[in-house]
């Protein structure tokens, strides 16, 4: 079952405008990350944000988490015709060897040039 | 260094028949994961393998398993296989500290027909 649900399911943009996704989850997490992926490849990590953590920076990425709501939301900013892809969040679940992910459906992202 | 690299990147099976599929993690890396991706859909956990013990199974039946390698390596099998079970398949490896997400391999793509 999936734990993660993205919303929207597909976003169109232009280039240079921001992209807003959003992941939802059901029960308590440790870290929430979020992965690209590219016609059906391989996934890439690209940030991940603890549980106690609000807020997660990196390059044209903002990520932040509301454990309250179990939420949390990725935001592309000045966007590329190269950022078309899906992108994925998953959670968390620690044990000595890791994490264990629970993804979502996942969101498609075409950006126009 | 090289990132995880899976092995077939193809396959055909028919219904019925056994597969094995191969997985590198990255050098240094103990935890090895496997996912399966059906077209449209985000990935789902199969199983962890760290220091060559199971250290998690996902909701998947007796006809998936999996083994690790002194050398890290893994395996998955699956036996009699079904149409379902066409889906990328995703092996992940990580050192299991906090902070840091997995990286993927680029899957192998298997049909069963």
């Known amino acids: 079952s999936q734990q993660g649900e993205e919303d929207p399911q597909a976003l169109s943009i232009q280039e240079g405008e921001n992209a807003t996704m959003n992941c939802s989850y059901k029960?308590?997490?440790?870290?929430l990350q979020w992965y690209r992926q590219n016609s059906g490849r391989g996934l890439v990590h690209l940030i991940l944000i603890r549980s106690n953590e609000r807020e997660k920076h990196s390059g044209r990425l903002r990520v932040t988490l509301d454990t309250s709501k179990k939420s949390s939301s990725l935001l592309i900013t000045a966007s590329r015709a190269a950022d078309t892809a899906s992108y994925f969040c998953a959670t968390g679940r620690s044990n000595n060897a890791g994490n264990m992910l629970t993804f979502g459906g996942g969101t498609r992202l075409m950006v126009k040039p | 260094d090289a990132g995880v690299t899976q092995s077939p990147t193809h396959l055909i099976k028919t219904r019925g028949q056994q597969v094995t599929l191969r997985c590198s993690p990255i050098?240094?890396?103990?935890?090895v994961s496997w996912y399966q991706q059906v077209l449209g859909q985000g990935p789902q956990f199969i199983f962890q393998y760290y220091e060559k013990e199971e250290r998690g199974r996902g909701n998947f039946p007796d006809r998936f398993s999996a083994r690790q390698f002194p050398n890290y390596s893994s395996e998955l099998n699956v036996n009699a296989l079904l149409l379902g079970d066409s889906a990328l398949y995703l092996c992940?490896?990580?050192?299991?500290?906090?902070?840091?997400?997995?990286?993927f391999g680029s899957g192998t793509r298997l049909t069963v027909v």
């Open positions: 029960t308590s997490i440790n870290n």
């Open positions: 050098s240094g890396h103990k935890s």
């Open positions: 992940a490896s990580r050192v299991p500290t906090e902070g840091d997400g997995y990286t």
